[in-house]
């Protein structure tokens, strides 16, 4: 199961102090295009051509061409305590959402409020918990995945087997906004990690996280959204970027939606990481930006149905960097590039 941390240090002068500055190097960066794009395609860093809006772009070799990744020929400053600290929590990150998927009272209690505010992550939740080589998803996180039933049919196919389903149902469930949601509420995060310490270094993690329902705490949060919109983000149950709202356009939102629509979005404090300096590399074009990254540390777990854990381990890292004023972070969706971390 992979997991992303969200969160690394805050600004503070010792960081703002190793901001890179690229302007006196552009041309020697430049000189790298070519190198950067050679890389690229020996390594295997390609991905799925845009669709483009000019005639001619529906021609057939459009629709399978690959091309290079966008990303930042420039390593983007990271301060090493904190990649550190991290990398030896996400671990713990493992055992935690392991943990919440093997929780069936937890994710019903906790996922049933949503009723048909999400149908999507309903339909998950209503195929059961019936046991499940492997079967890898490397899409299924969205609606669009499952525009039939036969779609649907498959997926609830592979959970019937005997087959290793990566993510199976129930981890699919713990990684919801919802359940994010509920474990920053005070004593749920202890509730699967026993160690107090522990307990606390995961929370380091979070930031704001509330409901958007009906409930005292759900009512302050719109408030609060109302209020202040610019230090919130509302997302509903997806994954894959492009679903999240920011700023002024939060109260048009939140006004236009029903109680129930409500339920199935939470409101998360916006998380403000410093800006640096960077070149980037998109369409070939190199482009100058002020930017900010988004670390993410990836978690290997292997274990058995009765709780044997086999592997749990992190397994690397992602980082994406993109523009200080675009709000997604997605590679393929085309807001972030892939970037590599310079530690200091």
Excluded at 167 to 181: E, S, T
Excluded at 256 to 267: Q, S
Excluded at 320 to 325: D, G, L, Q
């Amino acid at each position: 199961m992979f997991r992303q941390i969200n969160r690394f240090a805050k600004t503070n002068g010792e960081f703002l102090s190793l901001r890179p500055r690229y302007s006196q190097e552009v041309t020697e960066l430049r000189g790298n295009v070519d190198i950067a794009i050679d890389w690229e395609a020996t390594h295997g860093l390609l991905m799925r051509a845009p669709k483009l809006s000019h005639p001619g772009s529906n021609a057939e070799w459009l629709q399978t061409a690959l091309v290079p990744a966008p990303v930042s020929l420039a390593p983007s400053p990271i301060p090493r305590a904190e990649f550190d600290k991290v990398v030896a929590l996400q671990p713990v990150f493992n055992r935690l959402f392991d943990r919440v998927a093997h929780d069936h009272d937890f994710l019903v209690s906790t996922l049933q409020s949503l009723g048909t505010a999400d149908e999507f992550t309903a339909r998950i939740f209503s195929m059961g918990d019936t046991e499940i080589a492997v079967a890898y998803y490397r899409a299924g996180y969205a609606p669009t995945d499952f525009p039939t039933e036969k779609e649907w049919e498959g997926r609830w196919l592979v959970e019937k087997s005997r087959t290793i389903p990566i993510p199976n149902l129930a981890y699919h469930l713990a990684g919801c906004k919802k359940i994010q949601q509920v474990l920053a509420q005070p004593g749920i995060v202890e509730r699967f990690v026993g160690d107090e310490e522990t307990a606390k270094r995961v929370r380091e993690c979070f930031v704001g996280l509330y409901p958007l329902d009906d409930s005292e705490e759900g009512q302050q949060a719109y408030e609060m959204a109302l209020n202040a919109p610019e230090n919130y983000v509302v997302k509903p149950q997806r994954e894959g970027g492009g679903y999240n709202t920011y700023g002024e356009d939060i109260p048009k939102l939140l006004r236009e939606m029903t109680m129930e629509e409500r339920r199935g979005h939470i409101l998360m404090e916006l998380i403000r990481a410093p800006g640096f300096d960077s070149m980037l590399l998109r369409n070939g074009q190199l482009v100058p930006a002020e930017v900010v990254s988004e670390l993410g540390i990836y978690g290997i777990w292997v274990s058995n149905s009765k709780g044997d854990v086999v592997v749990n381990r992190h397994g690397g890292h992602l980082l994406r960097t993109k523009a200080s004023n675009v709000h997604e972070g997605g590679v393929a969706a085309g807001f972030a590039v892939i970037d590599s971390p310079l530690l200091v």
